[in-house]
């Protein structure tokens, strides 16, 4: 018997989640975005870009989570809300393509930084835990928008990973292109998960 597929959802849970996630990222946002312009880190700074698009996906879905269950404004704001935090998947696929380039092309050679290595590293321990909690309790909660915005926070992992590589293979070898070959890795899978949520296609997993 799988008890942790009976156990009901809990909105109170996923409105708390989200709000950590908000309160995550404004924090890591600024830290990256500032401490990547002084070390001159592209990568740093997308990073810190990429928070803030998390930022705005969660606060979609708190908006979404205004109207009660049965309310027949749900389905809509579910679509709507799925829409957008699938726009902000291609958003941030655009993002690392730009990055990547920018960072082959101009040669840029950024400065070690401690300060995101240390940032790296925290959102590595935090990002996975918050994405699998958020995710269970929106397959129980069988919504398909929040299973979408949990997904972008494990792919917020994958490019803590990401950076972590970067800048650490950077501060250790001098290789300042590290970073740009794993974060190009993960294009085709942020691309599909923007695009299934722009066309408001069932989540893949299934959400129950």
Not at 118 to 147: E, Y
């Amino acid at each position: 018997m799988n008890l942790v597929a009976e156990r009901p959802g809990s909105a109170i849970l996923a409105r708390s989640l989200l709000w950590l996630t908000v309160s995550w990222n404004v924090a890591e946002g600024i830290i990256a975005v500032s401490s990547g312009l002084l070390a001159g880190s592209v990568a740093l700074v997308g990073f810190g870009l990429d928070s803030f698009i998390e930022i705005a996906a969660a606060g979609v879905l708190l908006w979404r989570m205004t109207v009660p269950p049965d309310d027949p404004r749900v389905e809509g704001r579910e679509t709507l809300a799925r829409r957008v935090v699938g726009a902000t998947f291609l958003v941030l696929a655009a993002y690392v393509v730009g990055q990547s380039a920018y960072v082959l092309v101009a040669d840029s050679e950024p400065e070690v930084s401690p300060v995101g290595i240390v940032l790296a590293i925290a959102s590595l321990a935090i990002m996975p835990a918050l994405g699998l909690v958020k995710r269970g309790n929106a397959r129980r909660l069988q919504s398909p928008a929040l299973v979408a915005e949990s997904t972008e926070t494990l792919i917020c992992s994958y490019l803590s990973l990401a950076l972590f590589v970067g800048l650490a293979t950077n501060a250790a070898t001098g290789w300042g292109w590290a970073d740009v070959a794993a974060a190009l890795a993960m294009v085709p899978w942020i691309v599909k998960e923007g695009i299934e949520g722009m066309r408001g296609e069932p989540c893949e997993e299934g959400c129950a």
